[in-house]
């Protein structure tokens, strides 16, 4: 199934033989299955595969899966202009086939129906899924009327199942989770997905109704919202799979007599509005609560559920509700450090003379804190004092030693009447002793009216990307006077002062390295970048200059949180 540009054979492989870990393992699938990946080289197999091949995972794992197994039925090599498995694998869909040929160890040749489905094998890497068996052909089936209820095939519910797992546990937003779960049903199950969420209040709300027209899904909000609360003795389907008693069939017959609850009330209208004549219910469980239920319904589909469909609903439900269970975890966590971070960082006071706003904009893939800090506050001799820093980390660690060197800034800077750098020397000394900060960077700065009118910025920098000075006309340049090395160096050298005169209407700009740095390109990049977007904005008011800033700037695969400090002196 490879593409054209490798050429791995089974005397000699032309990739390395490490494998990829799986998202789910593969011996929880009940037939041979191996993974490839995006060339088509084996990079895991299930036992299973092993004995169906009468080859060891050493012997699979590393090689072309075409140019090894597949076959014409008398053994010959098979082109790969005719081999079906590898179009699909190309096109990147799901496809089964139900009589092809794999080679075995000992040179004989075996006949396989088989199963392909993409598959997500971790660590942002694409790969494929494939689920085969070799059927004992004396004992092939003649072929039968096709049931009026079509169930999936062993194989097809395996891969699903496979599927289900890979796609769900791979995102840690519930809304994300919630679509994959209607795609991976939709129309491949039923015509309805339903799904019922208890919130953390005990409340019942109805978060999806989705129906499916073909390959079209259409959300049902109307039938979205609150539901009432769930009856603790009710033996309504929906009610006992809310409270994570059991998996139930149900139709328009169920709903009929004498409402029991609202629930059963809400039912009623489900089954009236969408015309379902058949639904399985199943409870979405996680390993601590019930957190809702999973309805499958059937309208346009004239095969209604029975019972032995719902051992598949059930695991569909069991996953997603794992799936759900981390990604609620997941998103509380990201609730209580943002909040967290909100307090530790302070709020801009109001000055004389001075505009200035600040952003803050937290790492996305961490746990919404980080050591990205800022801070700007009023001296005792009338002056204002300026500062930006980055304590190394993105998490509750690094917010906590952000806050512990903000903190000692501020009270040196209050008590102590001296240059920046002096104050930058003492915290440096104080951070190596009384915290458990390794590394951090930066900018301590001083803003006061000059003698001429102007203001004047004085500044000293450890370590950090220097700031940015936009005059009103546009004329932007970097202040790279004053830098020194980053804090906890433990080297005790003097650290410089630097100053620069302010022109009126100018803007300063200090930011922290998320708002420069991205993966495959340079810093001096990044920074030419920040530069030409500034100038381009200088004549906006300082919110928006500040906000486009960020939006224009900020690298879109940032993994890094970002701290932008923005002064504007008046016009005169």
């Given at each position: 199934m490879a593409g054209p540009e490798h050429t791995g054979t089974v005397d000699g492989p032309s990739v390395p033989t490490a494998s990829l870990a799986p998202a789910v393992p593969l011996d929880a699938i009940g037939a041979g299955a191996y993974i490839v990946d995006e060339q088509g080289f084996i990079v895991a197999v299930n036992a299973h595969a092993e004995q169906i091949l009468g080859r060891t995972a050493a012997e699979l794992i590393g090689h072309d899966a075409h140019d090894l197994l597949h076959r014409g039925p008398q053994g010959q090599p098979l082109p790969r202009t005719q081999c079906a498995m590898r179009q699909a694998f190309h096109a990147g869909r799901t496809a089964q086939g139900e009589e092809d040929y794999f080679a075995h160890a000992d040179g004989t040749v075996l006949r396989i129906s088989w199963l392909i489905t993409p598959y997500d094998v971790g660590d942002h890497h694409g790969?494929?899924?494939v689920v085969f068996h070799a059927p004992d052909e004396s004992h092939v089936a003649e072929p039968q009327p096709e049931p009026k209820a079509q169930h999936l095939s062993e194989l097809a519910r395996l891969a699903l199942l496979a599927e289900t797992t890979t796609r769900l546990t791979s995102t840690l937003d519930v809304d994300e989770a919630l679509r994959r779960l209607v795609s991976l049903v939709l129309p491949r199950l039923a015509d309805w997905v339903v799904v019922d969420l208890i919130t953390e209040r005990d409340e019942v709300w109805r978060t999806v109704v989705v129906?499916?027209?073909?390959?079209?899904?259409?959300?049902?909000?109307?039938?979205?919202?609150?539901?009432?609360?769930?009856?603790?003795?009710?033996?309504?389907?929906?009610?006992?799979a809310l409270r994570g008693v059991a998996s139930n069939l149900a139709g328009p017959q169920t709903y009929q007599g004498a409402p029991d609850s609202g629930i059963a009330v809400e039912q009623r209208r489900l089954f009236d509005v969408t015309g379902m004549h058949s639904a399985a219910i199943a409870p979405i469980r996680s390993t601590r609560?019930?957190?809702?239920?999973?309805?499958?319904?059937?309208?346009?589909?004239?095969?209604?559920?029975?019972?032995a469909d719902l051992p598949l609903i059930e695991d569909i439900a069991r996953r997603a509700g794992l799936a759900l269970d981390n990604a609620r975890l997941y998103q509380r966590q990201r609730k209580v450090a943002e909040t967290m971070q909100n307090h530790l960082l302070p709020q801009m006071p109001s000055l004389?003379?001075?505009?200035?706003?600040?952003?803050y904009l937290p790492a996305p893939d961490a746990s919404q804190v980080g050591g990205d800090w800022y801070d700007a506050f009023p001296l005792a001799d009338a002056s204002t004092a300026l500062a930006i820093g980055d304590v190394a980390g993105h998490d509750l660690e690094a917010a906590a030693g952000m806050a512990q060197v903000r903190n000692m800034l501020r009270a040196y800077a209050w008590s102590q009447h001296e240059p920046p750098s002096r104050i930058v020397e003492r915290l440096d000394e104080a951070i190596q002793h009384i915290t458990d900060v390794t590394m951090a960077t930066t900018i301590f700065a001083r803003v006061e009216p000059a003698d001429d009118g102007d203001w004047q910025l004085s500044w000293t920098n450890a370590g950090h990307p220097p700031p940015l000075l936009i005059s009103r006309d546009g004329l932007a340049h970097y202040l790279t006077d004053g830098h020194g090395i980053l804090l906890g160096t433990q080297t005790g050298t003097r650290r410089p002062d630097a100053t620069a005169q302010l022109p009126p209407g100018s803007t300063l700009v200090l930011y922290t390295d998320g708002l420069i740095e991205a993966p495959r390109r340079t810093l001096d990049e990044g920074l030419d970048r920040l530069r030409q977007h500034a100038a381009a904005l200088a004549h906006r008011p300082l919110a928006s200059f500040t906000d486009q800033l960020l939006r224009r700037v900020r690298p879109s695969g940032n993994d890094d949180d970002v701290a932008v400090l923005a002064v504007r002196v008046p016009t005169g």
């Open positions: 790969g494929t899924l129906h499916a027209d073909g390959e079209t899904l259409t959300h049902r909000e109307d039938l979205q919202g609150p539901m009432p609360p769930v009856p603790e003795e009710s033996q309504m389907p929906l009610s006992r609560a019930v957190l809702g239920a999973l309805t499958l319904g059937r309208g346009e589909n004239p095969a209604a559920f029975t019972p004389s003379g001075l505009e200035m706003t600040v952003r």
